[in-house]
């Protein structure tokens, strides 16, 4: 329609190797229309049996299987890479993508990678992030969308949803209320990232000062 500016969508794209619930809340927020102006434009897993791949393809996204197994790393990450830059992607998204990314990935996408941890980052990174807050014995548990840098589990964080430990949990019960929060907390995570409102300041990403000028 003539006059109207219509923004194009903020195209991400994301990777998985599981069963794929973070990536179905993100859908089901898009679809929803809680995470708007963002559009899956593609799903890629390293696992070609993955229930999360078989999940976007029953909802008709657009997917590609690259098996990892036995590959070289930087020569399977190539093709990740070349997958993405087609599909035109803005942010790599990853949800239980559970294979260490080469360092030509990461510096492909500069700041354009997002992943999600069960754990109160800097606590417990790495595997079993739940059993090991547990085992711990804290008090307070919950997860964390960070960007992605070199490092573990380590990039600046976006956002974190904080939960208490109860009495009544074990790892298991645990691990299922802090999926509850990643379902929420991934979206409002990429929301902000779309946004364009927020900017890094040192590792701290903060929302951007707009300075009114009155004119
Ligand atoms: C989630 O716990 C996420 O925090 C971790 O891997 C798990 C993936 O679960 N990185 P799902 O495949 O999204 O259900």
């Known amino acids: 329609m003539a006059g109207s500016k219509s923004k194009a969508p903020f195209r991400i794209g994301v990777l998985l190797s599981g069963r794929g619930s973070n990536f179905l809340a993100i859908a089901k927020s898009i679809r929803e229309g809680r995470l708007s ?40 990450d190539a093709d990740l890479i070349g997958s993405l830059r087609e599909h035109k992607i803005d942010l790599v998204c990853l ?4 294979r260490l990314l080469s360092p030509g ?13 069960p754990s109160l980052l800097p606590a ?5 992030a739940q059993q090991q807050a547990f085992d711990y014995g804290v008090k307070v548990a919950g ?5 992605v ?5 380590h990039g600046a964080i976006i956002l974190q949803r904080a939960i208490p430990v109860l009495e009544t949990d074990d790892a298991h019960s645990l691990a299922d209320r802090i999926l509850a929060e990643e ?3 991934y979206s409002e995570a990429i929301a902000r ?18 300075f009114d000028t009155g004119n």
């Open 37 to 76: 102006g963002v559009e899956i434009a593609i799903v890629l897993s390293n696992v070609a049996d993955a229930p999360g791949i078989s999940a976007a393809r029953d909802l008709n996204l657009p997917t590609a299987v690259y098996v990892s197994k036995g590959r070289p790393r930087a020569e399977h």
């Open 95 to 98: 949800a239980g993508y559970m």
């Open 105 to 117: 990935f990461i510096s492909a996408f500069p700041n354009r990678i997002l992943n999600i941890h």
């Open 124 to 128: 417990f990174p790495g595997l079993d």
């Open 143 to 147: 997860c964390t969308v960070h960007f």
């Open 149 to 153: 840098d070199e490092h573990l589990d």
């Open 183 to 185: 379902h929420i907390a």
């Open 193 to 210: 990232v779309a946004s364009g409102d927020y900017e890094m300041r040192g590792r701290r990403y903060v929302k951007r000062q707009r």
